[in-house]
C-alpha cells in the first residue's frame, strides 16, 4: 500500500509507505541480499532486526563518550561489553526504554533509558553494512508474495559495483513535528524523484544534507502512535578492514540537550559482528557471555 502524508500548500506530496514490518535489502547488479527489518509494533515501540546476517558471534555493549572529548575519537563497548553467538534485535520502547534482546536466546542485560519515541524527532539509529555476500538473497518468488500491510520489502539500489561499505541511518519524527519543519524553509526537507528514486534534502542547523531515502511509516488507522521514519543510506569506506563483511549498529541515543552539550558524558547501545570464533572464545572467558546457554553471564 502506499499513501501520501499531507503538507502544506507550498510543498510537493510526499510518497511514503505503510507497513508493519519493512525488509530492507540492497541490490547490486542482479542481486538482492537482505540487510534487516524494522517493525512497528502495536503496542508503540519500535524493533530492529538482523536475521539475514550469516555470521553469528558478535560482541555487544554501552558505549560511552566522554565529556570534553576531542574528535575524531576512537571508542570500544566499554566495561559493559558481552559476547554473543546469536543475532540480536535492537527494541526502543515508547517510554524510552531501549535495549538488546532475542527471546529465549539472550539475556537482555544491555539497556539504556533513551529518549520517548514522541520525544525523540531525530537520529534513531545508525547501521554500517559490509560484505552483501554474507547476508541472504532475497528470493521473489518467496519474499516477494507477501500483503504489503503486514511486510514490505524496500530495495536500496546501487550504482555499480559493491561498496566498501554502506551507512544506513533511520531517523524518527512525528507526524506533527514532521509537518512542522515542512513549514520552515530554513529546516525545509525537499524531496526529489530523479529517476524514480527519492533524494531528501535536510537543512539540521546550519547545514544542508543530501540523501537518498524513503519515508517508512506503520499503518494507518491501526490505533497506534503515527510515526514518520526516514530511511538514508550512502556509500562509505570500508569498515572492518580485518574481515570480508561486517556488521555494526548504533542506537540508543540521550536527548539532543546531552549530545549537543560536549562538555557532559554522552552514551549509546552499540553491537559488532563478526567476532572470529578463536578471538569469541577467549572473549567468552574473559569478558562473559550474554547466551542463555552459558553459565557466564
Known amino acids: 500500500m502506499i499513501g501520501r502524508l499531507e503538507t502544506s500548500e507550498n510543498t510537493n506530496d510526499i510518497t511514503s509507505f505503510f507497513s508493519k514490518r519493512y525488509v530492507i535489502s540492497i541490490q547490486e547488479f542482479d542481486n538482492i541480499y537482505k540487510t534487516f527489518q524494522i517493525i512497528f509494533d502495536k503496542k508503540g515501540s519500535i524493533f530492529i532486526n538482523f536475521p539475514y546476517y550469516l555470521q553469528r558471534r558478535g560482541s ?3 558505549v560511552t563518550i566522554p565529556g570534553n572529548s576531542k574528535f575524531p575519537i576512537t571508542l570500544n563497548l566499554g566495561p559493559t561489553v558481552k559476547v554473543t553467538s546469536n543475532l540480536v534485535k535492537y527494541s526502543h520502547h515508547p517510554d524510552g526504554n531501549a535495549h538488546f534482546s532475542q527471546s529465549g536466546k539472550i539475556f537482555t542485560t544491555i539497556r539504556k533509558k533513551s529518549v520517548p519515541l514522541k520525544n525523540l524527532n531525530g537520529h534513531l539509529f545508525t547501521l554500517l553494512i559490509q560484505g552483501f555476500k554474507d547476508f541472504e538473497k532475497y528470493d521473489p518468488k518467496k519474499d516477494g508474495n507477501k500483503s504489503a500491510l503486514k511486510r514490505k520489502n524496500v530495495i536500496l539500489k546501487l550504482n555499480g559495483q559493491e561498496p566498501e561499505s554502506i551507512k544506513i541511518v533511520g531517523r524518527l519524527f512525528t507526524r506533527q513535528y514532521f509537518q512542522s519543519l515542512l513549514n520552515k524553509p530554513q529546516e525545509d526537507p525537499r524531496f526529489l524523484h530523479p529517476k524514480g528514486e527519492p533524494v531528501i534534502r535536510h537543512r539540521i542547523q546550519k547545514n544542508v544534507y543530501q540523501y537518498c531515502g524513503w519515508i517508512l511509516c506503520p499503518p494507518q ?5 503515527d510515526y514518520i521514519l526516514i530511511i538514508s543510506y ?27 552539550n560536549h562538555s557532559l558524558d554522552t552514551t549509546f547501545l552499540s553491537f559488532i559482528y563478526p567476532i572470529p570464533e578463536e578471538r569469541f572464545e577467549i572473549l567468552k572467558k574473559e569478558i562473559g557471555c550474554l547466551d542463555r546457554d552459558t553459565l557466564q553471564v
Do not use: A, H, Q
Open 60 to 62: 555487544i555493549g554501552l
Open 221 to 225: 488507522n491501526e490505533g497506534y502512535e
Open 234 to 260: 550512502k556509500e562509505v569506506p570500508k569498515m572492518n578492514k580485518d574481515s570480508y563483511s561486517g556488521l555494526t549498529f548504533v542506537g540508543g541515543f540521550d536527548s539532543k540537550v546531552i549530545t549537543r
